[in-house]
């Protein structure tokens, strides 16, 4: 039986052991090129909080979305090089990665049009996220195309697309399309209203995820995580066998 609390005497006696669920694949890690971490201070703050949580692989995920954070792979690249050289420099044993989110917009548009290398989890996993305020128009489209050109789509916390709450069945388009399904962690505990915790337990109840992330931007982020809420539904998600983080 894996448990969710740590003993450890390193640790706060508090913290749950993520560690059992494999790489956290979803955060904002990297210094000032998104909403995520300011410096690179930050960031090592944050990675320390994740390492004492029992994480030991982070795939961080800065956004791409052309309207406010005009990130490319050299600039993901030089802020990730940045912050690998601190944790070899402060002895930090955690190993930090880097994809992206993309946001679907004309600029994700464009770079599939051009057959630009897009950022992947693992293989040919991309993760992607799409308005949060109305309906995404030409989505299925953006994604299909995805797929011919041999990528898998992951979805982005579809617990968050609260206007799905009467239209579930885009859920199940996607997932019959091959989309796999991505849950914010802190959507279990009320971090993001009623509404998005509602549609987590349906999406759980119905089997849609395969991916859990934690989607830390900040210390306030990192606090929630402490949650003894998460405990039992983390762990019924992780003995299930669906869920691929480890295999990142």
Known sequence: MFRLF?????????????SVLGADMH???????????????????????????GYR???????ILWDMYKNTPDTIQRALNTVQEALVKENIGVELKAAAEYYIDDHVEGLLSRKEP??????????????????PMGVKEVLFEMQMQGYQPVIAHPERYSYLVRNKEFYDELKEAGCLFQLNILSLSGGYGRTVTELAEYLLKHEFYTLVGTDLHHSRHLDALHNPVLASTLQKMQETGRLLNSRL
């Open 118 to 135: 897009l950022l992947t989890l693992s293989d040919n996993m991309v993760l992607v996220e799409f308005s949060m305020v109305h309906p």
């Open 27 to 53: 955060s904002h890690l990297l210094p000032g090129i998104d909403d995520g971490a300011p410096d690179l201070e930050a960031s090592l703050q944050l990675i320390r909080g994740m390492e004492a949580l």
């Open 6 to 18: 740590s003993r450890s005497p390193k640790k706060d006696s508090n913290a749950f052991d993520y």
């Open 57 to 63: 692989k982070l795939i961080t995920t800065p956004h």
